[in-house]
């Protein structure tokens, strides 16, 4: 008959469980066996002194993948001798919180844990949830997040929570944890006839860019796709990593937080009037899959709010490479993006404009919508011009140089400047022609 008739469980097929991957084998049992994070697990660090006196608060551990953030919350749990409960915020709502506060309360003696993995995936509704339990001390939440907390947390759970930042492991940190695994002879290949040429581990440790996950993950794949020789050993060499890293990953979340860090540092480069690290920006993100118009609005940006007038063609050559790209497409477009970076990174620079503008911004909040001065108003029918509207208005090219002195500006402001242009670039010879044109009026 049937299994599912039944109600019966399925056969499961095969002598043997599945072997656990590699990273799991090692996960660190107790905190002699963890790697990184010295910063709070060194002597007279906050974690050290938590572990000491024995009181967990609630964590929110911030930190990219592959640092230890699952295994630090387990240790954490076990060394203070509280309950652990794992959920992950991807596949867990209000109700399976429910059922946890519940059990919580239950085992109120033992003190429960609880940890969310990938925790800014919950809602403000699942987080509300949780926040009398975590005040009255139900339970004790861990939270691991890749998201910067302050954007993906909800205040009042953050000010609950003590934000602990984890930093991506060392080169080598990362090449400690290989050789663990591969002297270990009960998780790792200890038993195994192996044979890794030396520089095998240190180009893996480099490519896995602080990701303990991915260089144990690397270092399975290299051992379990080496054929045995004849003797029963299996060599790995350099030849075989690198076929392994043809295609390198950056890291980069289009959503996330590092897709910020590496904008800012791009548009910052640019201000900073540096084209080569303009150009090393530009790559990673280009590398990392980012949209090139996202690239191209910051170039234009920079070339507006920070060259400005000092250089008005750096504004023309970003726009003109936002042509090249739509026209060219990739990859030959993205030498356009690059030669408008260099152009923007090496222009001089001024914000005067920004702050012409800001201050303009600030006075029209400030004073509101004062009158346009009647001899700017166009006088376009009779009666308007029975009122005063143009009246002594002077039209700018019946004088010499096209330029006569009048107020522009309403009555209440007609000493403001908004526009200081600088001593940098063209600005210089604006600078000149507005101090001639006026001098008196605008001192």
């Not at 001798?81 to 596949?91: H, I, W």
């Not at 009158?371 to 004088?399: C, Q």
């Not at 600088?422 to 101090?435: I, S, W």
């Amino acid at each position: 008959m049937d299994a599912k008739k039944k109600g019966t469980k399925p056969r499961e097929f095969g002598l043997f469980a599945p072997r656990p991957p590699l990273a799991e084998r090692l996960r660190p049992r107790n905190f002699s066996e963890f790697v990184g994070q010295e910063h709070l697990l060194g002597p007279g660090k906050f974690l050290a002194r938590v572990l000491r006196q024995k009181k967990l608060p609630s964590l929110i551990l911030w930190g990219p993948p592959g640092c230890g953030k699952t295994t630090l919350a387990r240790l954490l749990a076990q060394e203070v001798g509280a309950r652990l409960v794992t959920l992950s915020a991807v596949d867990s709502g209000v109700k399976e919180l429910r059922a946890v506060v519940e059990e919580a309360r239950q085992a109120a003696g033992s003190g429960t844990v609880l940890f969310i993995d990938e925790i800014h995936r919950f809602n403000k509704a699942q987080q509300d949830f949780l926040l009398p339990y975590v005040e009255d001390g139900t339970v004790t939440l861990i939270g691991a997040t890749t998201e910067n907390p302050s954007f993906s947390v909800i205040a009042p759970l953050l000010s609950r929570c003590k934000v602990l930042v984890l930093k991506p492991l060392s080169a080598e940190e990362i090449r400690k944890l290989l050789e663990r695994a591969l002297k270990d002879p009960e998780r790792g290949y200890g038993r195994e006839k192996l044979e890794v040429e030396p520089e095998v581990l240190d180009l893996l440790a480099g490519a896995a860019e602080g990701d303990a996950r991915v260089a144990l993950n690397l270092l399975e794949t290299l051992v379990e796709s080496a054929p045995p020789e004849a003797d029963g050993r299996r060599r790995i060499t350099r030849k075989e990593l690198e076929d392994l890293l043809t295609e390198r990953v950056l890291r980069h979340d289009r959503a996330g937080e590092e897709h910020y860090n590496l904008l800012s540092a791009f548009h910052k480069s640019l201000r900073g009037s540096d084209p080569d690290a303009a150009l090393y920006w530009l790559v990673r993100l280009l590398e990392a899959g980012e949209d090139p118009r996202v690239i191209l609005r910051r170039i234009i940006a920079a070339a507006s709010e920070d060259v400005g007038n000092a250089d008005p063609m750096a504004l023309l050559v970003a726009v003109a490479a936002k042509e090249a790209y739509e026209f060219l497409g990739l990859p030959e477009g993205e030498l356009a993006l690059a030669q408008a970076a260099v152009y923007v990174a090496c222009a001089p620079k001024s914000n005067a404009v920004y702050r012409g503008l800001k201050a303009a911004r600030e006075d029209v909040r400030r004073h509101g919508a004062l009158p346009v001065p009647m001899h700017l108003r166009n006088p376009v029918t009779a009666l308007m011009r029975a009122l005063g509207y143009g009246r002594g208005y002077k039209y700018a090219h019946d004088y010499p140089e096209g330029f006569v002195k009048q107020d522009y500006l309403p009555e209440e402001l007609r000493h403001r400047r908004y526009y200081l242009p600088t001593e940098r670039g063209y600005e210089k010879t604006l600078r000149k022609r507005l101090q001639k044109w006026w001098k008196e009026e605008k001192s």
